[in-house]
Structures are given as structure tokens and as C-alpha cells.
């Protein structure tokens, strides 16, 4: 089993900056990528950034890359997603979840419960 649990989110005003955290735990933890995925409200679920297993391959959305980093920190087994510049369109319940097919965020599977980020002055 493989358990997710994020934080960090929270009130920024545009053009600030957040980070958040996935911790995670369970025996399958190593041998899964993490994803981060966001659902604004009356939107789909969409795919933000990933990282592989290793922690040596990245993957971004267009509407993100430049001003989101993802890492991961193994020791730890958590995976960050330190998002700058951010903008009013990024608000949204952001989700970790497991990808067991880096980088195909449709395969995401064990879900975390969810972190608000709102973006607003």
C-alpha cells in the first residue's frame, strides 16, 4: 500500500509563492513516480508536474513550466512543489497521487486527500 498525505497550500496574493509537500509512505513508496495534479473549480482534473522514482526525470505542463519546480527528497520520501510567480488561474485543490507509468498522469493512482491554493489580493 502506498499512502499520501500533502500540505503547504494556502492565501497568496498573485505573484507570490508557495510550497508544497507529499509525504509519503507505504512499501510501494520506491518504486512509483509522484505527480502533482490541480482541480479548479468547474474544471477537470489536470496534470501539473511529475517526477520520476529516481528523482532524475521532471515533467511540466505548459501553463506551469518556468515557474514551478518539482523535487523530491528520498530520505524523507517527500516530493515538493515550489510554485512561483503564481497567478490568480492557479488557484485550485492540488493533489499528489502515485504514477506507476512516469510520465503518464493517467496512470495515477493512491491519491492524497487534497491541499487549497488560492490566489487572490
Known amino acids: 500500500q502506498l499512502q499520501l498525505v500533502e500540505s503547504g497550500g494556502g492565501l497568496v496574493p498573485p505573484g507570490g509563492s508557495l510550497r508544497l509537500s507529499c509525504a509519503a509512505s507505504?512499501?510501494?513508496?520506491?518504486?512509483?513516480?509522484i505527480g502533482w495534479f490541480r482541480q479548479a473549480p468547474g474544471k477537470e482534473r489536470e496534470g501539473v508536474s511529475c517526477?520520476?522514482?529516481?528523482?532524475?526525470?521532471?515533467n511540466y505542463a505548459e501553463s506551469v513550466n518556468g515557474r514551478f519546480t518539482i523535487s523530491k527528497d528520498n530520505a524523507k520520501k517527500t516530493v515538493y512543489l515550489q510554485m512561483n510567480s503564481l497567478k490568480p488561474e492557479d488557484t485550485a485543490v492540488y493533489y499528489c497521487?502515485?504514477?506507476?507509468?512516469?510520465?503518464?498522469?493517467?496512470?495515477?493512482?493512491?491519491w492524497g486527500q487534497g491541499t487549497q491554493v488560492t490566489v487572490s489580493s
Open positions: 497521487a502515485a504514477i506507476s507509468m512516469y510520465p503518464d498522469y493517467g496512470s495515477a493512482s493512491y
Open positions: 507505504g512499501f510501494l513508496v520506491d518504486y512509483y513516480a
Open positions: 517526477i520520476s522514482s529516481s528523482g532524475t526525470s521532471t
